[in-house]
C-alpha cells in the first residue's frame, strides 16, 4: 500500500504535467497574434510601396499633362508668328517657344526619374509579393498548428481533470488541503526531498530533526523557509 507522501507524489506528477498544459494553451492565442503581427508588417510594407507607385504614376501623368498643354502652347505659338507684322513680335513669340521648350525638356527630365523610380517600386512589389505569399503560407501552417495544439491540449486538460479527483479520494484530508494551498502558492513543486540536508525546493539547510522526521514520512513535515512538505531522498 502506498503512503500519503507517496499517493502526494503522484498526485504533484499529474498536476504539474496539468499545469503546463495549461500554460501551453494559454499561450496558444498570444503566440497566434505574435505571429500575424509579423505578416502584417510585410502587408503594411507591400500597402506603402503600392501607394509609393499610385503617387509616382499620378506625377508621371501630371508632368504628360503639361507637357501635352505646352505643346498646344508652343504650336498656337508658331502659328501667331504667321500673323505677326513686326520682327519685334516675331522675336518676342520666339523666346516664349524656347521658354516652353526649355520647360518641356525640364519635364521630361523629371519624368525620366519618376519612371526610374516606378520600375524600382514595381521589383520592390514584385518580390514583396512573392515573399508575402511565402509567408502568409508559412503563418497559415504555423497558425494551423497551434490551433491542432490547443484543441489536443484542451482534450488532454479535461481527460486530467476528470481522473484528478480519483487520485485524490484516498489521501488525508488535512494533508491533501496542505499540499493543494502550497502547490497553488508555488506554482512549482509543493512535495520535495531533503536533499543533503537541504530542502530540495529552496535549497535552505534544514534542521537535522527536520530532515530526520522527513524521512520517517510518519507525520507532516514542512520546510521553516519555503513551507513545502518534505520527503525523503528517493
Same mark, same amino acid.
Given at each position: 500500500?502506498?503512503?500519503?507522501i507517496?499517493r502526494?507524489?503522484?498526485?504533484?506528477?499529474h498536476?504539474?504535467r496539468l499545469?503546463?498544459?495549461?500554460?501551453?494553451?494559454?499561450?496558444v492565442?498570444?503566440r497566434?497574434?505574435?505571429?500575424?503581427?509579423?505578416?502584417?508588417?510585410?502587408?503594411?510594407?507591400?500597402?506603402?510601396?503600392?501607394?509609393?507607385l499610385?503617387?509616382?504614376?499620378?506625377?508621371?501623368?501630371?508632368?504628360?499633362?503639361?507637357?501635352?498643354a505646352?505643346?498646344?502652347?508652343?504650336?498656337?505659338?508658331?502659328?501667331?508668328?504667321? +500673323?505677326?507684322? %513686326?520682327?519685334?513680335?516675331?522675336? @518676342?513669340?520666339?523666346? *516664349?517657344?524656347?521658354?516652353?521648350? /526649355?520647360?518641356i $525638356?525640364?519635364?521630361?527630365?523629371?519624368?525620366?526619374?519618376?519612371m526610374?523610380?516606378?520600375e524600382?517600386?514595381?521589383?520592390?512589389?514584385?518580390?514583396?509579393?512573392?515573399?508575402?505569399?511565402?509567408?502568409?503560407?508559412?503563418?497559415?501552417? +504555423?497558425?494551423? %498548428?497551434l490551433?491542432?495544439?490547443m @484543441?489536443?491540449?484542451? *482534450?488532454?486538460?479535461?481527460?486530467? /481533470?476528470?481522473? $484528478?479527483?480519483?487520485?485524490?479520494?484516498?489521501?488525508?484530508a488535512?494533508?491533501?488541503s496542505?499540499?493543494?494551498?502550497?502547490?497553488?502558492h508555488?506554482?512549482?513543486?509543493?512535495?520535495?526531498?531533503?536533499?543533503?540536508?537541504?530542502?530540495?525546493?529552496?535549497?535552505m539547510?534544514?534542521?537535522p530533526?527536520?530532515?530526520?522526521?522527513?524521512r520517517k514520512?510518519?507525520?507532516?513535515?514542512?520546510?521553516?523557509?519555503?513551507?513545502?512538505?518534505?520527503?525523503?531522498?528517493?
Open positions: 500500500m502506498s503512503t500519503t507517496e502526494l507524489l503522484a498526485l504533484q506528477e498536476d504539474r499545469a503546463r498544459l495549461r500554460r501551453e494553451s494559454q499561450d492565442p498570444a497566434k497574434a505574435q505571429i500575424e503581427a509579423s505578416i502584417q508588417s510585410e502587408r503594411d510594407a507591400m500597402a506603402a510601396a503600392e501607394e509609393r499610385k503617387h509616382e504614376q499620378s506625377e508621371a501623368k501630371q508632368i504628360d499633362l503639361e507637357v501635352e505646352e505643346r498646344t502652347r508652343i504650336t498656337k505659338l508658331r502659328t501667331q508668328q504667321f +500673323e505677326v507684322k %513686326s520682327n519685334h513680335d516675331y522675336k @518676342t513669340l520666339e523666346h *516664349e517657344i524656347k521658354t516652353a521648350e /526649355e520647360k $525638356r525640364k519635364l521630361e527630365d523629371g519624368e525620366l526619374v519618376i526610374e523610380k516606378m524600382a517600386t514595381r521589383a520592390f512589389l514584385a518580390d514583396r509579393e512573392n515573399e508575402l505569399k511565402q509567408g502568409e503560407n508559412h503563418v497559415k501552417s +504555423e497558425i494551423s %498548428s490551433e491542432e495544439r @484543441t489536443q491540449a484542451a *482534450e488532454q486538460i479535461a481527460h486530467m /481533470e476528470s481522473v $484528478r479527483p480519483s487520485l485524490t479520494e484516498s489521501i488525508d488535512q494533508w491533501l496542505r499540499y493543494e494551498r502550497t502547490f497553488s508555488r506554482g512549482d513543486f509543493a512535495v520535495v526531498a531533503v536533499e543533503n540536508g537541504s530542502c530540495g525546493g529552496c535549497h539547510k534544514v534542521p530533526h527536520v530532515a530526520h522526521d522527513a514520512e510518519l507525520e507532516m513535515v514542512t520546510c521553516p523557509y519555503c513551507g513545502r512538505l518534505l520527503c525523503a531522498q528517493p
